[in-house]
T-cell receptor, first 115, second 115 residues
């Protein structure tokens, strides 16, 4: 059972280059998220999706775009990478719950360095 | 706006002793959830425990318990009988009443267990 899989695990980009991070989940979850983790700041939400074909902005969306064309995949794009986007990126998924107690399942993270 | 605060950047505990990691939160939502995640040095995010705002009893999961004090807006994690494998970063997180599963994270606390 793979859970949430992120591709790639590591990447080095030059300033101005573009790239796409892929997240795939095999748990049939409705909700998916992209977070970034920076030292001393915890995880911050970039974008999220509450279902196939839907996306919404999180706390720090600038410089990123997302797409959810298929329920199991959530793509995070950087059109023109900047050094400030050097971070560890986590994808997560969860299932709706009326009690709100649904845990989020996280991928292994992608370490991105922009030079 | 929702906010999570973890005031202990680093903690030490002797093996087999209990330790409390502090978490305070701020929200105007009447319904919310509180989560604790563990992040070992390998980087993955591991769900530990959940507490709902309307839950009458404090949550427990094995050696983990959540000391929920609603009036004080605190949700401290208690780890009993610490083990060397408990050495990790611990994050407190909160979800709101929007039922999107979005999480707001604290800055994290690094716990080191001494043999």
């Amino acid at each position: 059972n793979a859970g949430v899989t992120q591709t790639p695990k590591f990447r080095v980009l030059k300033t101005g280059q573009s790239m796409t991070l892929l997240c795939a989940q095999d748990m049939n979850h409705e909700y998916m998220y992209w977070y970034r983790q920076d030292p001393g700041m915890g995880l911050r939400l970039i974008h999220y999706s509450v279902g196939e074909g839907t996306t919404a902005k999180g706390e720090v969306p600038d410089g990123y775009n997302v797409s959810r064309l298929k329920k199991q995949n959530f793509l995070l794009g950087l059109e023109s990478a900047a050094p400030s986007q050097t971070s560890v990126y986590f994808c997560a998924s969860s299932q709706p719950s009326f009690r709100g107690n649904t845990e989020a399942f996280f991928g292994q993270g992608t370490r991105l360095t922009v030079v | 706006a929702q906010k999570i605060t973890q005031t202990q950047p680093g903690m030490f505990v002797q093996e087999k002793e209990a330790v409390t990691l502090d978490c305070t939160y701020d929200t105007s939502d009447p319904s919310y959830g509180l989560f604790w995640y563990k992040q070992p040095s390998s980087g993955e995010m591991i769900f530990l425990i959940y507490q709902g705002s309307y839950d009458q009893q404090n949550a427990t999961e094995g050696r983990y318990s959540l000391n929920f004090q609603k009036a004080r807006k605190s949700a401290n994690l208690v780890i009993s009988a610490s083990q060397l494998g408990d050495s990790a970063m611990y994050f407190c997180a909160m979800s709101g009443s929007s039922n999107t599963g979005k999480l707001i994270f604290g800055q994290g606390t690094t716990l080191q267990v001494k043999p």
